[in-house]
């Protein structure tokens, strides 16, 4: 396993990259993204790698007030972005994580992990599934957007093991059932 660090992008790229998010998902409905992937109230869901914060908000919209969103991102300005729209927007099931990589969740405690074009940028995705899968609950979702990144290579990634197993695939959107 490498045990090498992931570390954040800078500062500057990681304003530049939340602008053109900003800019892209105007056009986007994410919460109807979010809702045919299956989120719905109630759910506990792991935004990793949640930048600034987009699909967090709609999740969090979604799942309601019995819902929980784990908003987790390696950036400390991300973090930032997020809790200041949840102050902004008055959202009280919202808790964000600063880490690299490790949630720091209780095993099988995740209805729904949303891993939306961040994998690219992780150094040790092996690591990264391992510790996904252990806070998926058994009857739990990973859903991955594959942007940057080869859709082959992430379904060999996650179905490595038995760990996941592919679900669904629209275009880059691939879903996978929790493994073993």
Same mark, same amino acid.
């Given at each position: $396993?490498?045990?090498?660090?992931?570390?954040? $992008?800078? +500062? !500057?790229?990681?304003?530049?990259?939340?602008?053109?998010?900003?800019?892209?998902?105007?056009?986007?409905?994410?919460?109807?993204?979010? #809702?045919?992937? /299956? =989120?719905?109230?109630?759910?506990?869901? %792991?935004?990793?790698?949640?930048?600034?914060?987009?699909?967090?908000?709609?999740?969090?919209?979604?799942?309601?007030? *019995?819902?929980?969103?784990?908003?987790?991102?390696?950036?400390? %300005?991300? @973090?930032?972005? @997020? +809790?200041?729209?949840?102050?902004?927007?008055?959202?009280?099931? !919202?808790?964000?994580?600063?880490? &690299?990589?490790?949630?720091?969740?209780?095993? #099988?405690?995740?209805?729904? @992990?949303?891993?939306? &074009?961040? =994998?690219? $940028? !992780?150094? +040790?995705?092996?690591?990264?599934?391992?510790?996904?899968?252990?806070?998926?609950?058994?009857?739990? %979702?990973?859903?991955? %957007?594959?942007?940057? =990144? *080869? @859709?082959?290579?992430?379904?060999?990634?996650?179905?490595?093991?038995?760990?996941?197993?592919?679900?669904?695939?629209? /275009?880059?959107?691939?879903?996978?059932?929790? /493994?073993?």
């Amino acid at each position: $396993m490498d045990e090498r660090k992931d570390k954040p $992008m800078t +500062d !500057i790229s990681f304003k530049i990259m939340s602008l053109l998010l900003a800019l892209y998902h105007r056009v986007r409905d994410v919460r109807k993204e979010l #809702e045919k992937v /299956g =989120i719905r109230k109630g759910q506990i869901v %792991l935004d990793f790698g949640c930048g600034p914060g987009h699909y967090t908000i709609a999740a969090a919209r979604i799942v309601g007030e *019995k819902g929980i969103i784990y908003a987790l991102d390696i950036h400390p %300005l991300a @973090v930032k972005a @997020v +809790d200041k729209r949840v102050n902004k927007e008055g959202l009280t099931n !919202i808790r964000t994580i600063l880490s &690299d990589r490790d949630t720091g969740l209780p095993e #099988e405690s995740v209805d729904v @992990v949303l891993l939306y &074009d961040a =994998i690219q $940028m !992780i150094t +040790d995705k092996e690591a990264l599934i391992k510790e996904l899968h252990r806070v998926t609950k058994p009857d739990g %979702l990973l859903s991955i %957007l594959a942007e940057h =990144i *080869k @859709v082959k290579d992430v379904v060999q990634l996650a179905e490595k093991e038995g760990l996941f197993s592919l679900r669904n695939r629209d /275009g880059k959107l691939l879903n996978f059932e929790k /493994g073993l």
